[in-house]
Structures are given as structure tokens and as C-alpha cells.
């Protein structure tokens, strides 16, 4: 059993080094993949540095989805843990605590819940949209053609469904210690705002809204204790 590292990147030349510190050496991480979707900061330049890392640099930006398949295509691992680029306070331990489920046939999808994850998603025990996730590629491989269709950021409400109709087992695991910036502090209120009605945009056209809430239901009734 080995397991691939996917890390989808735009515009994360200030943040992705501290994300690669603590994947590229980890002991449970076989491969490290990190898609740069179209970037215009260097992020590419900054991955290029760092020893032992793979790097698919996209000439245009794409899309999250898009950028995932890519690196899924490519992945050698039997399974996949997908990462964002631009986590704050990620450690070794964090990533073991979401890789050790899966691998150990204790769960079936394990899904991270982020220091500063919505006050609901806490309420509710699940980040249904979360983008740090371990699973058998088996599970996503199959679906690449269906994810050229999807939305950019569609992938996460896509990844759900397949995995509820599976009926797998959900592992969700708290990450006290790690925030994911908002966008609004990445881009300015403006871009931020545009970028968050973007987002939810996107999967709703991926998902309709209610079953977006099944999806929640769905997920939380799968939910193990791992």
C-alpha cells in the first residue's frame, strides 16, 4: 500500500512551502504531487525548490476539479490524500491523524475538520466541502472523464456523492491547530467576496442545494469512530 499527496495550487508562492515541509518527508506519504493550476506569483519556482516533489505546472488556470484529475491521473499511489496549498499550522502529526484510518481499513474516507471550519461544520461534527481528505483511488480514478464536466469547484459535493453511494465508512478527524486562510485575506475584500459566491455557485451546480443538505445527512449517518 502506498499513498500519493495531492496538492492543487494557484497563487500559493507565499503559503505551499510550509505545506511541503511537512509532507514531503512524512513517513506515511510515498509521493507528492502538487498541481500549479495556471499561477502567475511563482508558486511553480517555489515547488521546483523543494526536493523530492513532483510538479505539474498548468499554462492556464483551470479550476480545482480540473487540477485534482490531473493529478490523480498521474498518481502512483493506491491511495490518495488530497491537501490544500495554502494550510496555516499543519503538522506531522495532523497528516497522520488523517492518513491512519484509511490505510489501516478503519474507515473508508476520512475527512479533516479545521480549526477555523465554519462554526456549523463544528456544530454538526463534519466539513462536508473540506479539501483534506484520504481515500482509495479506486474510489475517484474511475470518474476522471466526469470531473472534466464538473464546475471548478465541484469536486468535494462530487467526491461525497460517490462515496455515500458506496455507503463508505467517514472518519472525520479535528485538526485543532490548522486554519485555512479566508479568501477575502488572500485577495482583498472584494476578490475574496466574488470568490466565496464563486465557490458556492459551483456546487450548486455540481449538487442542487437540497441535496446538499442529504448530503450532510448522509455523511453524518456514515460517519465511524476511527
Known sequence: MSVSCIIPAYNEAARIAAVLEQVRAHPLIDEVIVVDDGSSDGTSAVVARVAGVRLISLSQNVGKT???????????????????????????????????????????????????????????????????????????????????????FGFEVFLNRLSIAAGQRIAVVAWPKVISPMKSAKYGAWAGLRGDIGMIRDMMRAVPPLALLAQILAMRRLRVVA
Open 66 to 152: 480540473a487540477a485534482l484529475a490531473q493529478g490523480i491521473a498521474q498518481a502512483q499511489g493506491s491511495f490518495l490524500l488530497l491537501v490544500d496549498a495554502d494550510l496555516i499550522g499543519l503538522s506531522a502529526a495532523d497528516l497522520t491523524a488523517l492518513i491512519t484510518p484509511v490505510v489501516q481499513g478503519k474507515a473508508d474516507l476520512s475527512i479533516s475538520l479545521r480549526r477555523n471550519a465554519p462554526l456549523l461544520w463544528h456544530l454538526i461534527g463534519l466539513d462536508y466541502i473540506s479539501g483534506e481528505r484520504v481515500m482509495a483511488k479506486t474510489l475517484i480514478a474511475p470518474q476522471l472523464a466526469a470531473l472534466t464536466s464538473l464546475p471548478k
